[in-house]
């Protein structure tokens, strides 16, 4: 029981960093804090993976959180799509590396979303607020007409 204690409180102390480190509005709601608190603290496994895949697939209408009121998406997967959750790390390196090969080679066109795309393929960017500082330097680079 204290392992399981320890753990779910780690994973909500890892979601309050995160969300401070990022610069992202930390929810109010304790049935929130819970569901972030297991996910990230690992306490399920291959069922919670397997229950965000099909919460992503289905747009939250399947998901085992939400009889209790847990309706709000898990933060670390906010931004990633179905497939690229399902097809793992690899799939999503090989869609980034395509996205900047195409931004590099067309002059002119690089914009936030190619920033970020390499800054998801570049090491290191899990450190606290060097998301920001790449976020910075990137936005430097930017050409604002440029926008797909």
Known sequence: MAGLVTAV???MLSYRINTLASGQKTSDRVQDWFKEGVSRGGVLGVIDDSNSIVSKATGGKADIYRPDGRDKPLSKYASVD???MFLGPTYVKLTN???VARAATHPGEWNEA?????RMMTMGTNFPYLPQLFDRWSRARTTPSASR
């Open 9 to 11: 409180g780690m994973g």
């Open 114 to 118: 190619d920033s970020h795309a390499l």
């Open 82 to 84: 179905a497939a690229s």
């Open 97 to 99: 590396l395509t996205k």
